[in-house]
Nanobody
Framework: QVQLVESGGGLVQAGGSLRLSCEASGNVFSLNDGAWYRQAPGNQREMVAHATRGGRITKYADFVKDRFTISEDVARKTLYLQMNNLEPEDTAVYFC??????????????WGQGIQVTVSS
């Protein structure tokens, strides 16, 4: 079983920065693909950023507007999301999703528990 632990959320003023982390532990052999999603109250969950091939290929939602950067530390089995120039509209619960292989070489697809990001105006 693979457990994901998210950290780095909190309250920040508009224009500020936060760095989210998502670390995988347990029956983890490799980290392949990772993504961050977010869900604001009353809204559907939406993809924020996606990384594959150890972070060499990345994709971002249009609303990111070059403000966010996703990265992977494959050795530490950790996914990051650097968020700069935050806006009140970025307020949401952020979820990480990691995919890779277990030690018995079966695939895993795990979600974090979610972490609150609140941006004040």
């Amino acid at each position: 079983q693979v457990q994901l632990v998210e950290s780095g959320g909190g309250l920040v003023q508009a224009g500020g920065s936060l760095r989210l982390s998502c670390e995988a532990s347990g029956n983890v052999f490799s980290l392949n693909d990772g993504a961050w999603y977010r869900q604001a109250p009353g809204n559907q969950r939406e993809m924020v950023a996606h990384a594959t091939r150890g972070g060499r290929i990345t994709k971002y939602a249009d609303f990111v507007k070059d403000r966010f950067t996703i990265s992977e530390d494959v050795a530490r089995k950790t996914l990051y999301l650097q968020m700069n120039n935050l806006e009140p509209e970025d307020t949401a619960v952020y979820f990480c999703n990691l995919q890779g292989f277990n030690r018995n070489l079966t695939e895993y697809d795990s979600w974090g528990q979610g972490i609150q990001v609140t941006v004040s105006s």
